[in-house]
């Protein structure tokens, strides 16, 4: 079965999914764990000029130029220091490798396709084209992240296939 048959109208897996969770100013999202290739701590990143101001730059992973993107500023969140629990984590998008830089990783969410819902309409002035929903998981809520239309755009290359 490809990816796709299992996949309803909301863009959410029918069946459950994992995610790995992580924090950006006390608030928890997840991304699918299928897309991460590794989560590294925090360490040198050659700023670039010209670039947006979530682009931090670029690193070297084992001879790949990776380009690193700090969610908080993505995010429009205010910016902070970056910490010793501050990870970069390493996500593929289409044939692109991405480095995310968030606060904190949390774990590993195993989400049922019960305790999924779409991300609520919000209005024409917020874009929430980036979420791909909502887990609710006993008394969290954790926003479920659409990596392609995240990075994609704020890479400045459209949506990545």
Avoid at 48 to 56: A, D, G, H, Q, S
């Amino acid at each position: 079965m490809s990816r796709t048959d299992n996949v309803n109208s909301t863009g959410l897996a029918a069946d459950g999914s994992q995610f790995l969770t992580f924090l950006l100013e006390e608030e928890e999202y997840g991304l699918e764990i299928l897309r991460v290739q590794e989560i590294k701590g925090y360490s040198k990143i050659t700023p670039l000029p010209n670039t947006p101001r979530e682009v931090k730059g670029v690193m070297n992973l084992r001879g790949s130029v990776v380009p690193i993107i700090d969610l908080r500023a993505r995010f429009g969140l205010r910016e902070a220091e970056y910490t010793r629990f501050t990870v970069i984590i390493v996500v593929t998008v289409g044939t692109k490798i991405v480095g995310l830089v968030v606060d904190a990783v949390s774990d590993v969410l195993n989400v049922e396709a019960k305790e999924m819902v779409p991300t609520p309409d919000l209005g024409a002035g917020v874009d929430t084209s980036f979420l791909t929903g909502i887990a609710r998981t006993g008394d969290r809520l954790v926003s479920l992240l659409n990596i392609d239309r995240l990075v994609g755009v704020s890479a400045g290359s459209g949506p990545a296939a």
